[in-house]
């Protein structure tokens, strides 16, 4: 299963950007897919992810900010991230959980910087 994230960049404070997720699978045999960041010096850490159509699960640091999304019946999750904030700079990496293996992207880099 290969897994592509796109969407990423540059963005100043209280901006937004969304990003994107594709896995190479039927959406029938992933069902989770999430976002995780890591910033420099940092561990990685779960933003958010949806389990099934609609279960999601959000880190506290982006709850009303960050709204994770699924694509009809695709395999394709969205990220939506508003009001960003100079904390939110990480590489975001898209992870899909399929028949129980975990599959991830490359990462895409979110800068937030005025």
């Known amino acids: 299963v290969q897994v592509v994230e796109s969407g990423g960049g540059l963005a100043q404070p209280g901006g937004s950007l969304r990003l994107s997720c594709v896995a190479s699978?039927?959406?029938?045999?992933?069902?989770?897919q999430g976002w995780y960041r890591q910033a420099p010096g940092k561990q990685r850490e779960l933003v958010a992810q949806?389990?099934?159509?609609?279960?999601?699960l959000y880190a506290d640091s982006v709850k009303g900010r960050f709204t994770i999304s699924r694509e009809g019946a695709k395999a394709t999750v969205h990220l939506q991230m508003n009001n960003l904030k100079p904390d939110d700079t990480a590489v975001y990496y898209c992870?899909?959980?399929?028949?129980?293996?975990?599959?991830w992207g490359q990462g895409t880099q979110v800068t937030v910087s005025s």
């Open positions: 949806i389990t099934g159509p609609s279960t999601t």
């Open positions: 992870k899909a959980v399929h028949f129980g293996r975990e599959y």
């Open positions: 699978a039927s959406i029938f045999s992933i069902n989770t």
